[in-house]
T-cell receptor, first 112, second 113 residues
Framework: SAVISQKPSRDICQRGTSLTIQCQVD?????MFWYRQQPGQSLTLIAT?????????ESGFVIDKFPISRPNLTFSTLTVSNMSPEDSSIYLC?????????FGPGTRLTVT | DAKTTQPPSMDCAEGRAANLPCNHS???????VYWYRQIHSQGPQYIIH???NNETNEMASLIITEDRKSSTLILPHATLRDTAVYYC??????????????FGKGTSLLVTP
């Protein structure tokens, strides 16, 4: 299994500011994933983060808006930049291990 | 990844079996059927997966049709804590693959007293 923690668990931010979300895994993993879940919606993959290389972004998501760092095999950050109310969502990090994918508890972001 | 179709919502009485269907008519030979659930305000949780044989674990059973075009997740004795959104996902099995999951809309299961 994998135990994943995220910080902060929730935040309320002003429009135009940025928030960095941290994801910590209890053991080393090759790839980490960042998802967004907008209110009442399913999860959407933002990007895949490999240690030591640039993250790979899905269609509709760009690095300038969602920069990702992956400094080592147990940690990653996602920044939500220049926030608008449309960025209000739950942001979840995830890792794959064997045949399962494990998810963090999520960061609930509200932009006012 | 192949697309899946699930009913948007279902109800089940506590203590009864909950049978959640999923259609995946375009599934390819190397794709497995995975089920996850998301209890309100939590991250998704793995339930079970299978290729073509029926599977059972401590949480649920997975019945896959012979042509693999559909499957059913069975919670044998649903409890109130099983109220959640259930996602059926097909993807290749690849240990340490890094393959992300493609979530559809899922089925919102409500277990009632």
């Amino acid at each position: 299994s994998a135990v994943i923690s995220q910080k902060p668990s929730r935040d309320i931010c002003q429009r135009g500011t940025s928030l960095t979300i941290q994801c910590q895994v209890d053991s080393q993993v090759t790839m980490m994933f960042w998802y967004r879940q907008q209110p009442g919606q399913s999860l959407t993959l933002i990007a895949t983060a490999n240690q030591g290389s640039e993250a790979t972004y899905e269609s509709g998501f760009v690095i300038d808006k969602f920069p990702i760092s992956r400094p080592n095999l147990t940690f990653s950050t996602l920044t939500v930049s220049n926030m608008s109310p449309e960025d209000s969502s739950i942001y979840l990090c995830s890792v794959s291990r064997a045949y399962e994918q494990y998810f963090g508890p999520g960061t609930r972001l509200t932009v006012t | 990844d192949a697309k899946t179709t699930q009913p948007p919502s279902m109800d089940c009485a506590e203590g009864r079996a909950a049978n959640l269907p999923c259609n995946h008519s375009t599934i390819s030979g190397n794709e497995y059927v995975y089920w996850y659930r998301q209890i309100h305000s939590q991250g998704p949780q793995y339930i079970i997966h299978g290729l073509k044989n029926n599977e059972t674990n401590e949480m649920a059973s997975l019945i896959i049709t012979e042509d693999r075009k559909s499957s059913t997740l069975i919670l044998p004795h649903a409890t109130l804590r099983d109220t959640a959104v259930y996602y059926c996902i097909v993807r290749p099995l690849n240990s340490n693959s890094g393959y992300a999951l493609n979530f559809g809309k899922g089925t919102s299961l409500l277990v009632t007293p």
